[in-house]
């Protein structure tokens, strides 16, 4: 996710971000140390692979008495580059390793802090006061076990903690609210996309994911795929290796899939009901753009997050996290 060009050019950049971030800092010196060192055994291996090929132009040359004596030296040689290939591989994996562990750069004016230090950018609409209109409000899982609309009970039976089943009209109410989604999406210019719920562990990783240190993901090891938390993965990597042009504009996605995660760190966190499940569905919005005009595609999405909320009549508030 970093360009590592522009890490090499603006380091005080990076460490700056960290700062704020509350990460290590150093993180960015490790970076620019596993990176020196990278290019110069990459650099080695390539001048002994260059004299390798040399010498055995030489040695196909030289007369039969000389060529014993040769062999034994393109041997050595041979050896030599095995050990410099080694090094640099192993060096180049701990850079990959470095480069996509550190977090992308926050920009000017993020709340800097952590999960309580959000900035409230404002408020719409007033919420409900039950206590004044002396009404006890049930929660969603009551409401929806009382319509028999959500079945954890079964959920946990046929699948284990933290799995469900909609039914009825709950189960109609989450699929009139995604295509509710696609709808407004479309009339903006986003186009529908189906995506698929496994994916391999490059595109993972080149998503942001750590694949060997994310606890939340889940791995099929025996065709090493992962079930993806957002259709964004593949989303992210439905363009890999290729060019854009954007001369029409960006490229707006709706992804429309199942998602899943092993919601690992938040035992005894918000475990009623249908929060932190394991398996759910969702709409994801996804654009690819030139940078420059990131942050305004940001706000446009948080526009049209916004018009969601209020096509269902709720109160809501944006904040700015830090």
Not at 29 to 42: F, K, V
Request: glycine share 8%; net charge negative; hydrophobic share 40%.
């Amino acid at each position: 996710m970093i360009d590592i060009n522009l890490l090499r050019e603006n380091p005080d950049v990076f460490r700056a971000s960290q700062r704020a971030r509350g990460k290590d800092e150093t993180h960015v010196d490790r970076i620019l140390e596993a990176d020196t060192a990278r290019r110069a055994l990459i650099g080695e291996y390539e001048n002994l692979r260059a004299e390798q090929n040399a010498f055995g132009k030489t040695v196909a040359k030289a007369p039969k008495e000389e060529k014993p004596a040769l062999v034994a030296q393109a041997k050595e040689l041979a050896a030599r580059v095995n050990e410099a290939k080694a090094a640099s591989e192993a060096k180049t994996a701990e850079y990959e390793e470095l480069i996509s562990s550190i977090e992308n750069l926050i920009i000017d004016g993020v709340p800097v802090g952590g999960e309580d230090d959000y900035v409230v950018v404002k408020e719409v609409g007033t919420p409900r006061d039950f206590t004044i209109e002396g009404f006890e409000p049930r929660d969603h899982l009551e409401i929806g076990e009382l319509v028999d609309g959500i079945d954890m009970a079964r959920g946990a039976k046929v699948s284990g903690a933290r799995f469900y089943f909609l039914k009825g009209q709950v189960a109609r109410l989450e699929q009139a609210l995604m295509w509710m989604a696609l709808d407004l999406a479309t009339e903006h210019g986003f186009t529908m996309m189906t995506t698929p719920t496994l994916v391999r562990p490059e595109i993972m990783n080149g998503t942001g994911f750590n694949v060997k240190h994310d606890d939340e993901i889940y791995r099929l090891e025996r065709d090493d795929l992962y079930l993806v938390g957002t259709s964004e993965v593949a989303l992210a990597g439905y363009h890999t290796d290729e060019i854009l042009d954007f001369e029409k504009g960006a490229k707006k996605y709706l992804g429309w899939s199942s998602c899943y995660r092993r919601e690992a760190g938040s035992a005894g966190k918000d475990t009623r009901g249908i929060i932190r499940v394991h398996q759910f569905n969702k709409a994801e919005m996804f654009v690819y753009c030139p940078v420059e005009q990131a942050e305004e595609m940001h706000a446009k999405l948080l526009s049209l997050e916004e018009e969601m909320l209020q096509r269902c009549g709720l109160a809501y508030r944006v904040i700015d996290t830090a």
